[in-house]
């Protein structure tokens, strides 16, 4: 776990001599990303000449937090070749493979200078394969590799997107990177390029509490599982060409014995580490999993596993009693921590962090639960992941009926139609989904009808048609899931959490063979007979007690609503102050009705709605377009 930062720069050889990549600009990024790394730091430079004279410069910007071999590797690392070339990587996250890889370089001649460094297996590796090393590795990772030989770098980030890496352009021929956006913002604003709000993004980011366009005019988040290569042939594209790493094909069935077995190899794969290393106990199915693996494995070693439960300050969203239970069982070294929640402060911090208006409230108890981790462990294992692969949201039944009964369909669209305003909750958001936009309605914070309400109908029309070109209903939900609200939002979140504390969160749900396995057999085979997560849940069942496994699913959330009418944490203070301010949304370009966000924190008030998704979602984006006023 690290931040990454850099940039690259290309002259065509009838270009006159060009200034270098500022320190000022490598100063900027390095101040976006210090908080990632507090272990070491690293910068390198380098420029090449292409065989038809262009000129490439690259500058690459590192900030360490050490997890594997802390004497050996240290970043940016530079590999060198027999007439001089050189390899430089810097890069974000863990691979989990690094030893089985070490040992098919060294057995291909290859020589090695660290002991275990991932870093340096990858580095070789690149150097060895070039962008086809990505078809190899099993880790979360942003990386940048540059390659002398051929001038060019390579940006790659993992299948899942568990490792955030955003562009920008700073100009003709030169782009930037980064592990976060503000180290971008700040990159930007150093090179004079323009920084400003874009529309359609910021109304899809209110939509959904998150979307894959950015709410910033040039920047754009890499895909999970792209490689971006970045050369002279692509001086002309703000953003260089992209190759997509499409999922194998399946006949739909899939083999129990086999998710087994993956599930095992997940997670005795990612217990390495040379600090140490525990396990988030939630006492829901991921987690439970995923910690009986883990036990089981390090008792063969003679080691015992430390779980963690939080206690979340609210009890009816605290499962720490099936937390006990799991434990119990599996003979953890278990033990509940105290959870510090500074809402209102932690929230505007995190928005800063993050530089963006990120929706999703439960971005707070993550981080709750990875700051009292940390005081523990400096690597914690979750089960993130185990609802998008094995189907384990309602929203799919959901999905499912809007698409196979299109007259029941219209039917609840025409009912929305006449008594929409008096639904409530799941009703108004079926209703909306049948009517307006299908399963992004059932997946959204701002129904179609609430965005009209909020932007008037025909603005928000024309910013919600441009934000879903291209975009069609998805036949399968789990993928789309997959492709954008698990990188999107639960990724983004667990990233920016774990690097507050910060901590190295890692996802064995998600390991490279597990997706590819489970997420290309239908859904049905891993949710049969319609029970979310019954495969998962029939593996549970072998390593964990059934009553831990054959409940209600929680869910990771807090009591929103009730917290904005206590103030808890001064959250409703916060949430008066963002959204009563004068001028509190003039800055986000969009024609928000005030008379209708002052109506929604009225009757939240009252009770006699519950507007909390919706309140915290604009309080969130007041916020962010302060701090970027700010910036």
Same mark, same amino acid.
């Given at each position: 776990?690290?931040?990454?930062?850099?940039?690259?720069?290309?002259?065509?050889?009838?270009?006159?001599?060009?200034? *270098?990549?500022?320190?000022?600009?490598?100063?900027?990024?390095?101040?976006?990303?210090?908080?990632?790394?507090?272990?070491?730091?690293?910068?390198?430079?380098?420029?090449?000449?292409?065989?038809?004279?262009?000129?490439?410069?690259?500058?690459?910007?590192?900030?360490?937090?050490?997890?594997?071999?802390?004497?050996?590797?240290?970043?940016?690392?530079?590999?060198?070749?027999?007439?001089?070339?050189?390899?430089?990587?810097?890069?974000?996250?863990?691979?989990?493979?690094?030893?089985?890889?070490?040992?098919?370089?060294?057995?291909?001649?290859?020589?090695?200078?660290?002991?275990?460094?991932?870093?340096?297996?990858?580095?070789?590796?690149?150097?060895?394969?070039?962008?086809?090393?990505?078809?190899?590795?099993?880790?979360?990772?942003?990386?940048?590799?540059?390659?002398?030989?051929?001038?060019?770098?390579?940006?790659?980030?993992?299948?899942?997107?568990?490792?955030?890496?955003?562009?920008?352009?700073?100009?003709?021929?030169?782009?930037?990177?980064?592990?976060?956006?503000?180290?971008?913002?700040?990159?930007?604003?150093?090179?004079?390029?323009?920084?400003?709000?874009?529309?359609?993004?910021?109304?899809?980011?209110?939509?959904?509490?998150?979307?894959?366009?950015?709410?910033?005019?040039?920047?754009?988040?890499?895909?999970?599982?792209?490689?971006?290569?970045?050369?002279?042939?692509?001086?002309?594209?703000?953003?260089?060409?992209?190759?997509?790493?499409?999922?194998?094909?399946?006949?739909?069935?899939?083999?129990?014995?086999?998710?087994?077995?993956?599930?095992?190899?997940?997670?005795?794969?990612?217990?390495?580490?040379?600090?140490?290393?525990?396990?988030?106990?939630?006492?829901?199915?991921?987690?439970?999993?995923?910690?009986?693996?883990?036990?089981?494995?390090?008792?063969?070693?003679?080691?015992?596993?430390?779980?963690?439960?939080?206690?979340?300050?609210?009890?009816?969203?605290?499962?720490?009693?099936?937390?006990?239970?799991?434990?119990?069982?599996?003979?953890?070294?278990?033990?509940?921590?105290?959870?510090?929640?500074?809402?209102?402060?932690?929230?505007?911090?995190?928005?800063?962090?993050?530089?963006?208006?990120?929706?999703?409230?439960?971005?707070?108890?993550?981080?709750?639960?990875?700051?009292?981790?940390?005081?523990?462990?400096?690597?914690?294992?979750?089960?993130?992941?185990?609802?998008?692969?094995?189907?384990?949201? *309602? +929203?799919?039944?959901?999905?499912?009926?809007?698409?196979?009964?299109?007259?029941?369909?219209?039917?609840?669209?025409?009912?929305?139609?006449?008594?929409?305003?008096?639904?409530?909750?799941?009703?108004?958001?079926?209703?909306?989904?049948?009517?307006?936009?299908?399963?992004?309605?059932?997946?959204?914070?701002?129904?179609?009808?609430?965005?009209?309400?909020?932007?008037?109908?025909?603005?928000?029309?024309?910013?919600?048609?441009?934000?879903?070109?291209?975009?069609?209903?998805?036949?399968?939900?789990?993928?789309?899931?997959?492709? +954008?609200?698990?990188?999107?939002?639960l990724m983004r979140k667990v990233d920016t959490a774990s690097m507050h504390a910060p901590l190295e969160a890692r996802s064995p749900l998600l390991a490279r063979r597990l997706v590819r396995l489970v997420l290309a057999a239908d859904r049905h085979a891993v949710a049969p007979n319609g029970v979310p997560k019954g495969l998962l849940r029939s593996i549970a069942r072998e390593l964990v007690p059934a009553r831990a496994v054959d409940r209600r699913k929680m869910g990771f959330a807090v009591p929103l609503g009730r917290w904005l009418r206590s103030d808890f944490g001064a959250l409703r203070s916060l949430m008066r102050d963002a959204l009563g301010a004068p001028g509190a949304?003039?800055?986000?370009?969009?024609?928000?009705?005030?008379?209708?966000?002052?109506?929604?924190?009225?009757?939240?008030?009252?009770?006699?709605?519950?507007?909390?998704?919706?309140?915290?979602?604009?309080?969130?984006?007041?916020?962010?377009?302060?701090?970027?006023?700010?910036?």
């Amino acid at each position: 776990m690290c931040g990454v930062a850099g940039i690259v720069r290309f002259l065509p050889a009838d270009a006159p001599p060009g200034p *270098d990549i500022e320190d000022a600009w490598l100063d900027a990024l390095d101040a976006g990303i210090r908080h990632r790394g507090p272990d070491g730091q690293g910068r390198f430079r380098d420029h090449a000449t292409t065989a038809d004279g262009s000129r490439v410069h690259v500058a690459l910007v590192h900030r360490r937090l050490s997890i594997i071999d802390h004497a050996g590797g240290g970043q940016p690392m530079v590999v060198r070749g027999d007439r001089g070339d050189r390899v430089a990587v810097a890069f974000n996250g863990c691979i989990y493979n690094h030893r089985p890889l070490r040992a098919e370089l060294q057995a291909r001649g290859h020589a090695f200078g660290t002991d275990h460094s991932d870093t340096e297996a990858l580095a070789i590796g690149v150097r060895a394969w070039g962008e086809r090393v990505a078809e190899r590795l099993d880790g979360m990772y942003a990386v940048a590799a540059w390659d002398s030989r051929h001038a060019r770098l390579l940006l790659m980030r993992d299948p899942a997107g568990e490792k955030p890496l955003y562009l920008a352009p700073l100009g003709p021929g030169t782009l930037a990177f980064a592990s976060t956006v503000p180290a971008l913002v700040g990159c930007m604003r150093r090179a004079g390029a323009e920084v400003r709000i874009d529309g359609v993004g910021i109304a899809m980011w209110l939509k959904h509490g998150s979307w894959d366009r950015l709410p910033l005019n040039v920047l754009e988040a890499q895909p999970g599982g792209v490689y971006v290569i970045a050369s002279a042939a692509e001086t002309r594209a703000p953003i260089p060409r992209v190759l997509v790493r499409p999922f194998e094909p399946s006949d739909g069935r899939i083999a129990p014995a086999e998710v087994r077995r993956a599930l095992e190899e997940a997670v005795e794969s990612r217990l390495e580490a040379d600090v140490p290393l525990g396990c988030f106990l939630s006492g829901g199915v991921d987690s439970s999993v995923v910690a009986a693996l883990a036990q089981r494995s390090l008792r063969e070693r003679g080691q015992r596993l430390r779980t963690f439960h939080v206690r979340m300050p609210d009890a009816d969203f605290d499962e720490a009693a099936y937390a006990d239970l799991v434990a119990q069982h599996i003979g953890s070294d278990h033990a509940e921590l105290p959870c510090e929640a500074s809402a209102a402060d932690d929230l505007r911090a995190l928005i800063a962090q993050m530089g963006l208006p990120f929706g999703d409230s439960s971005l707070l108890p993550t981080t709750w639960v990875n700051r009292a981790a940390r005081r523990e462990v400096a690597v914690a294992l979750g089960g993130d992941g185990g609802d998008e692969l094995f189907g384990g949201y *309602d +929203r799919y039944r959901a999905a499912d009926l809007l698409r196979a009964h299109p007259v029941a369909r219209r039917a609840l669209a025409l009912a929305g139609s006449v008594v929409g305003p008096l639904l409530r909750g799941r009703a108004e958001r079926a209703a909306a989904a049948a009517r307006w936009r299908g399963y992004f309605d059932v997946l959204s914070i701002f129904t179609t009808p609430s965005m009209h309400a909020l932007l008037g109908r025909g603005e928000a029309e024309r910013l919600m048609t441009a934000g879903y070109a291209g975009v069609a209903e998805p036949r399968d939900p789990r993928r789309e899931d997959f492709g +954008r609200y698990l990188p999107q939002d639960l990724m983004r979140k667990v990233d920016t959490a774990s690097m507050h504390a910060p901590l190295e969160a890692r996802s064995p749900l998600l390991a490279r063979r597990l997706v590819r396995l489970v997420l290309a057999a239908d859904r049905h085979a891993v949710a049969p007979n319609g029970v979310p997560k019954g495969l998962l849940r029939s593996i549970a069942r072998e390593l964990v007690p059934a009553r831990a496994v054959d409940r209600r699913k929680m869910g990771f959330a807090v009591p929103l609503g009730r917290w904005l009418r206590s103030d808890f944490g001064a959250l409703r203070s916060l949430m008066r102050d963002a959204l009563g301010a004068p001028g509190a949304f003039d800055t986000l370009g969009l024609p928000i009705d005030r008379a209708t966000v002052a109506r929604w924190m009225d009757e939240h008030d009252r009770g006699s709605h519950d507007h909390g998704q919706r309140l915290y979602a604009l309080t969130t984006a007041a916020l962010w377009a302060r701090w970027l006023t700010r910036t």
